[in-house]
């Protein structure tokens, strides 16, 4: 299993709307072949740190999600300079 995580902080007055928009999102993601899931985290920080937390059943289907439309899509839309990215893959459970 591949895990990604995006790690970014915002201001207090922008987390409420960044929540709403997470819990509206397309999920045009979900039907793409070997998606397990998303979990979007808040820290309790007054400016709060977000993780977007992705999993995938392998590589390949991560490599083919991020050449599709969708994600070019939503990557232009939500592009934050101040966002890290991550990788792993599971190794044990």
């Given at each position: 299993m591949i895990v990604t995580i995006n790690r970014f902080r915002t201001s207090a007055e922008e987390a409420e709307r960044l929540e709403t928009s997470f819990r509206e999102r397309s999920r045009?993601?979900?039907?793409?072949?070997?998606?397990?899931?998303?979990e979007v985290l808040r820290s309790f920080e007054p400016e709060p740190e977000f993780l977007l937390v992705t999993r995938w059943r392998d590589r390949e289907s991560l490599k083919?999600?991020?050449?599709?439309?969708d994600f070019k899509a939503t990557k232009a839309a939500s592009a934050r300079q101040d966002a890290t990215f991550s990788m792993y893959e599971v190794v044990a459970e």
């Open positions: 045009r993601v979900d039907q793409y072949e070997g998606f397990l899931g998303l083919a999600y991020f050449q599709s439309e």
